[in-house]
């Protein structure tokens, strides 16, 4: 569905204030190729319009000659930052990024967050961007959600389908996606709703059970085959199934990097606002999947990466795996009952 300038100016305000975005800040907007014009034009109108002192870096695309997606979470680890001394130091001197390019899971995003730079990724298309403008509370529910986490010693995922993976947890911070940066050295995704944190190095074991309609990531696939994978210390060794497991498994093969197969960030989902149905309406390339990451009472677990919570591993493959009708457990306690994300009083 189009979106007016005008909407898209008056979304981006709304973020960019709950951001505390000040006059006289410096605001510089990331882009490359693939930056969709609009949420761009918005962005430096709204910037510019509450006061901030606005740039634009544009860097050349990279990495077309490795990844199998056009989608900019599919291959990650490199980007155009890498080695790029003058785009770093313009990053690391501005209070506030508007990245419109994707730098997640990147050395360099976590060089200019430890600067007391604030980034914003954002580059769902504007139609989702406005569906799915972040509140306060969504703070509050992310924020309520990461606490459960942070104390817990345990995550214990189950399901019907025959999950039953045991996943300890501490090593690790948690991370807080509710959509906007309103703290120095935070990072953010607009559009979200959910916490995660990454399992303890090489502890995660037992059984994941992909069960018909859930999804892959980057693939924007709803499964209609069970997809089974055995977990070992913290690895995921086996990957069976139909014609389903056979593309996933083709898929990491062009990796050709044992790391693609760790188990990356887990938490689930806690954004009412968005629904495991939604990513049937789009074309495959015309979103990230927002949706089925967020949506409320989804596990979300994902292969790959765990540098961007301080882990060492860097691997460009990432797949996210938002699943149905799981129970998740904080040390014996759910927090997600078979797919019903559970609040207040039925969280004792
Ligand atoms: O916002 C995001 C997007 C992808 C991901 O893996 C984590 N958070």
Redesign the pocket.
Known sequence: MPVSDADMVRAWTHVLTLSKLKPQEVVTVLTSDGTHPQTLRTALIAASNLGARVNRLDLPPVNAEHAHSRDS?AYLGTTPLTGNRAAMAALKESDLVLDLMTL?FSPEQMEILESGTKIL?AVEPPEVLVRLLPSLEDKVTVGEATALLKAAKEMHVTSRAGTDLRLPIGEFPTVQ?YGFVDEPGRWD?WP?GFGFTFPNEGQASGRIVLDKGDILLPMKSYLTSQIEMTVERGYVTAITGGLDADLLNDYMDAFADPEAYAIS?IGWGTQKRARWSTLGLYDREQT?G?DA?AFAGNFLF?LGPNNEAGGSRTTAC?I?IPMRNCTVRLDGRDVVREGKLLAGKELA
């Open positions: 979470l997640l990724l996606e995704h979200s960030h990230l927002m990451r994902s990432h996210d």
